[in-house]
């Protein structure tokens, strides 16, 4: 079984700040990992995924997460918040090697409001 | 670019009536999914389905529940009679293989039982 903590519900940044979302997961097998954005009133857009190569993995618009297996952390980063990066995000995995309809596990989500 | 599509956006239905969400996959992709988020929680996944039958669901997926790849492009979810607990966001996904592949979602359709 896998699950996914996001600490924290609400994230607050000034544009032009680092912007850290935090994700811990649990996995009784190797995870895939998955960073998700949700736009108002729009659907979820891929921002990056893990799936064992590297551990450092760059996403769209300047995100990038490094998979860390000691601490079964996946947290998402970007350098300068852009007043754009405002939405939720969503954390999620899924056991590595599905070959069935695998299902994708969420975190609670993060709600990133960047301020001027 | 391909899109997943889900129809309609916003659907409201009165207890105990049945209601089917709709959703056009990616054409070339061989895995579907509904999840749902209510209102302030998180995404649940619901069911997945491949090669016409399903191949995992969710202890909510009950027999409330049912989805159907009636033709070759569109993959519906059926709740049979609506209870005010079904109100939430429904997303369909697809992809092209299980786990290593990403999902693509819907937009979503938000369903409102009253």
């Known amino acids: 079984a896998q699950s996914v903590t996001q600490l924290g519900s609400h994230v607050s940044v000034s544009e032009g700040a680092l912007v850290l979302l935090r994700c811990n997961y649990s996995s009784s097998v190797p995870p895939y990992l998955f960073w998700y954005v949700q736009y108002p009133n729009q659907g979820l857009q891929l921002l990056l995924k893990y799936t064992s190569a590297a551990t450092l993995v760059k996403g769209i618009n300047g995100f990038e997460a490094e998979f860390k297996k000691s601490e079964t952390s996946f947290h998402l980063t970007k350098p300068s918040a852009h007043m754009s990066d405002a939405a939720e995000y969503f954390c999620?995995?899924?056991?590595?090697?599905?070959?069935?309809?695998?299902?994708?596990?969420f975190g609670e989500g993060t709600q990133l409001t960047v301020n001027p | 670019e391909p899109e997943v599509t889900q129809t309609p956006s916003h659907q409201v239905t009165q207890m105990g009536q049945e209601v089917i969400l709709r959703c056009v996959p990616i054409?070339?992709?061989?895995?579907f999914y509904w999840y749902r988020q209510i209102l302030g929680q998180k995404v649940e996944f619901l069911v997945s389905f491949y090669n016409n039958e399903i191949s995992e669901k969710s202890e909510i997926f009950d027999d409330q529940f049912s989805v159907e790849r009636p033709d070759g492009s569109n993959f519906t979810l059926k709740i049979r009679s609506t209870k005010l607990e079904d109100s939430a966001m429904y997303f369909c996904?697809?992809?092209?293989?299980?786990?290593?592949?990403?999902?693509?979602f819907g937009q979503g359709t938000r369903l409102t039982v009253v």
């Open positions: 996904a697809s992809s092209e293989l299980a786990g290593i592949t990403e999902a693509f």
């Open positions: 054409s070339n992709h061989l895995y």
């Open positions: 999620a995995v899924t056991a590595a090697g599905e070959t069935s309809g695998s299902r994708l596990t």
